[in-house]
């Protein structure tokens, strides 16, 4: 009989609890057992929700990152925080985030973190040095594993594989990590004799990275290291997912495992080759649900080609998920507000498991047993099809028109650069910020009550004047070189656009995890976008009328909104992607308009939204740089053109981040020291550049003396005339009492440079 799965479930909660409870413990005001407790009751609710299925997911939980817990599961702690003896999920999250809690003794560097695969989803990179050592702390684990069984749910305890741990880990001297291999296998082989002592049958281990390239080195590494782990007493499911596995497929139906798991959702033409290529034994499951995205699956559609492998395969066959569903929101029976028409078309992570369990009731005992579930199913996607909401002509028809001219200035940056000086009378190393500055208890009250109805939009609207002219006045105080309203008036950076748009809705509760406490509600993009009136000229124009400096303008770029959306999947992304950055180039042209010189249009997510496998990686450079500069180039050379990347390891696209032609770049490089910059030694970017020497994501604050040193490193690389010196990202998540010491030191490290004369 066909068997139903899942490969991970959101840990944040219905209503975030996780993150809430992350915080009250941060802050000193809760205890460690009371955020367990949380922890606890999150992984209940979740066992819950999954009963329906015949194996759930057990160990996919995590207070912060599953990468890091698997760090700590293998022993593979940094050595900065190994003398720390207070309880263990302290010195997690001294990891995490550069310390535990605000009276934990010591403060240390945060790990590195970066983007999972192409999704939104960080994780803290494992750190390696040649001498590194691996010991097994299963408690953790064996924790859930005892707890889900108490609940009697049938476990499947879930891992990240030892390869690919190996491959997204960094290592921190001249050694190669696959050398490793050797002393790491001997611990994963003691960790699944511990999850079998337990009683579980099946482990889920991921190995992501057999969706892509691979060099033989990795591939041989694989082949040794399933050798190895076969004479372990469990079976194991090997996941793959996020893509296909093309010239990897080969190597795959040979490991000596007891399954696989091929993402179907983009992977689909692979099914009939795995199923040839593996022994008759193993078992086959397929990830035919999207754990990405929201639209409900077409699920006559998906039996249509499925009924016959379920007949081939029988009993060998399971269904589940693409992938985790972390990266979806929790619950569409939360949502109140969202158009009945549109919520019809969507299905959060509680419904797409509803979703597996109709599409295995069809195939176990034939499509009359739903046949009630599947014509609403049915009634669902042909309302999505055929609406009136999802096609506007004249945004076609603009579209249709594009011409690859608009994205082009009129004189090279070398001209632009010198016009700008003259205006903007910058001094050397001047020093910024990235947008957004502390989102405090008043601005979210304020917000709150406006959308409640409970204050007027006048009263709304003074609130925020009122906060704008504090960020104005504490930049004065800090002496800023070139200022920022600060983005009270901002949820996040990308809903605060998608609502002026349409094309765009919203959830109430759609939240999915970004990293640690950090949550993100993504915009729905259903149908064309246009721009109905001006979004944020009001805010900078009234925020430059409070200072002489220059104010930047603040923008969220097309390929970002896009990549942190979830988008409509009946037309090419690269389509949608242009229809925003038309939309954002009315905008741009509006702020110049209005005498902004600066304009920042942040494209945080345009390494993210890189295909996996590198022979793909040009066409959507093509059409993502092309959206940008279509965005951003309409305007004079007088008006100063800058962007923001942070978290995205761009070294390998940084031609491409040229061919964007920005004025100036701000890029994330504290966590890694400035490694970030040593693309810079081979590519002469053309261009001006703030490389962050402000962690933000961390509570600690930077030194005069730190920051001078990352500039120093930038310098070996960078002609300083071209340098900036600014923060990592914003600063919406930081509170005043962190912000104004470490901007303090910041603006102070740069008069100490222009004084030296580097």
């Known amino acids: 009989m066909v068997k139903a799965h899942n490969l991970g479930f959101p840990r944040i909660g219905p209503d975030r609890e996780l993150k809430f409870a992350q915080e009250e413990y941060w802050k000193g005001k809760s205890s460690l057992d009371a955020l367990k407790s949380v922890g606890a009751d999150l992984r209940k609710q979740n066992s819950q929700a999954q009963a329906c299925l015949d194996y759930v997911p057990v160990g996919d939980f995590s207070f912060y990152d599953q990468m890091l817990d698997m760090s700590f599961t293998l022993g593979n702690l940094p050595e900065r925080v190994r003398d720390f003896n207070d309880d263990k999920l302290d010195n997690f999250f001294r990891v995490a985030?550069?310390?535990?809690?605000?009276?934990?003794?010591?403060?240390?560097a945060a790990g590195e973190m970066t983007k999972w695969f192409d999704t939104n989803y960080h994780?803290?990179?494992?750190?390696?040095?040649?001498?590194?050592?691996f010991s097994l702390d299963s408690s953790r684990l064996i924790e859930q594993i005892r707890e889900a069984k108490a609940q009697g749910v049938n476990v499947k305890p879930v891992v990240i594989g030892p390869v690919t741990y190996l491959a997204l880990g960094k290592a921190k001297d001249d050694s190669h990590k696959l050398t490793l291999l050797s002393k790491l296998l001997p611990v994963y082989q003691q960790l699944l004799?511990?999850?079998?002592?337990?009683?579980?049958?099946?482990?889920?281990?991921?190995?992501?990275?057999?969706?892509?390239?691979?060099?033989?080195?990795?591939?041989?590494?694989?082949?040794?290291?399933?050798?190895?782990?076969?004479?372990?007493?469990?079976?194991?499911?090997?996941t793959t997912y996020f893509g296909q596995l093309q010239d990897n497929l080969a190597l795959v139906a040979k490991l000596p495992v007891a399954g696989v798991h091929l993402d179907t959702v983009n992977a689909r033409n692979e099914v009939e080759t795995l199923i040839k290529n593996l022994p008759g034994d193993r078992i086959v499951s397929l990830g035919v649900i999207n754990g990405r995205n929201i639209w409900k699956a077409d699920l006559n559609g998906t039996l249509d080609w499925l009924e016959p492998i379920a007949k081939q395969l029988g009993d060998r066959l399971w269904i589940a998920p693409s992938c985790s569903l972390l990266h979806v929101p929790v619950d569409l029976d939360s949502e109140r507000k969202l158009n009945g028409e549109i919520k019809n078309w969507l299905a959060f992570a509680k419904q797409k498991l509803e979703e597996i369990r109709v599409l295995k009731a069809a195939l176990v005992s034939g499509r009359s047993a739903v046949k009630v579930e599947l014509d609403a199913n049915a009634a669902a996607i042909a309302s999505r099809r055929n609406s009136p909401r999802v096609n506007n002509p004249t945004v076609k028809d603009a579209l249709a028109?594009?011409?690859?001219?608009?994205?082009?200035?009129?004189?090279?940056?070398?001209?632009?650069?010198?016009?700008?000086?003259?205006?903007?009378?910058?001094?050397?190393?001047?020093?910024?910020?990235?947008?957004?500055?502390?989102?405090?208890?008043?601005i979210r009250r304020a917000r709150n009550q406006f959308k409640a109805g409970k204050?007027?939009?006048a009263a709304y609207r003074t609130a925020m004047q009122n906060e704008i002219a504090r960020?104005?006045?504490?930049?004065?105080?800090?002496?800023?070189?070139?200022?920022?309203?600060?983005?009270?008036?901002?949820?996040?950076?990308?809903?605060?656009?998608?609502?002026?748009?349409?094309?765009?809705t919203f959830s109430e509760f759609g939240w999915v995890q970004s990293y640690g406490s950090r949550c993100v509600k993504p915009p729905i993009l259903f149908g064309d976008i246009s721009r109905p009136k001006a979004m944020t000229v009001e805010w900078t124009a009234y925020a430059q009328s409070l200072t002489n400096k220059p104010m930047k303008g603040m923008l969220t770029g097309p390929v970002t909104i896009l990549n942190w959306s979830?988008?409509?999947?009946?037309?090419?992304?690269?389509?949608?992607?242009?229809?925003?950055?038309?939309?954002?180039?009315?905008?741009?042209?509006?702020?110049?308009?209005?005498?902004?010189r600066i304009i920042q249009i942040d494209e945080a997510a345009l390494r993210e939204g890189l295909p996996l496998r590198r022979s793909q990686w040009q066409e959507y450079l093509d059409w993502s740089v092309l959206s940008f500069r279509i965005a951003a180039n309409g305007v004079a050379d007088k008006t100063q053109i800058h962007t923001h990347m942070c978290y995205s390891e761009f070294n390998d696209i940084i031609e491409a981040i040229a061919q964007m032609d920005a004025d100036a770049i701000t890029i994330e490089t504290s966590r890694s020291d400035m490694e970030l910059l040593e693309v810079f030694e081979n590519f002469k970017y053309p261009n001006e550049i703030g490389p962050g020497v402000y962690d933000i994501h961390s509570p600690n604050i930077p030194t005069e003396e730190h920051i001078i040193k990352l500039m120093r490193k930038a310098g070996e690389r960078i002609p300083a005339e071209r340098l900036w010196v600014n923060p990592d990202c914003g600063l919406k998540t930081r509170q005043w009492e962190e912000v104004i010491p470490a901007l303090t030191n910041m603006v102070s490290a740069a008069k100490k440079l222009r004084a030296a004369g580097v």
């Open 97 to 108: 985030r550069g310390r535990s809690a605000p009276t934990a003794a010591g403060e240390v």
């Open 123 to 133: 994780y803290i990179v494992p750190e390696f040095q040649a001498n590194t050592t």
């Open 193 to 238: 004799a511990a999850i079998a002592a337990e009683g579980a049958e099946w482990v889920q281990i991921d190995e992501a990275i057999l969706v892509t390239e691979l060099a033989a080195e990795w591939k041989v590494a694989f082949e040794t290291a399933y050798q190895t782990l076969a004479k372990s007493p469990v079976k194991l499911l090997l």
């Open 401 to 442: 028109k594009l011409n690859a001219q608009l994205g082009n200035r009129k004189n090279g940056y070398a001209q632009r650069a010198k016009t700008q000086a003259d205006i903007l009378k910058l001094p050397k190393y001047p020093t910024t910020t990235i947008g957004s500055f502390p989102q405090t208890a008043e």
């Open 455 to 457: 204050i007027d939009d």
């Open 471 to 504: 960020c104005v006045k504490e930049q004065e105080s800090l002496g800023l070189d070139v200022f920022v309203h600060g983005e009270a008036e901002r949820n996040d950076m990308v809903e605060y656009f998608g609502e002026q748009l349409d094309g765009f």
């Open 566 to 596: 979830f988008v409509r999947d009946d037309q090419p992304r690269s389509t949608s992607c242009k229809q925003i950055a038309l939309a954002i180039r009315e905008e741009v042209l509006d702020l110049e308009k209005a005498g902004v």
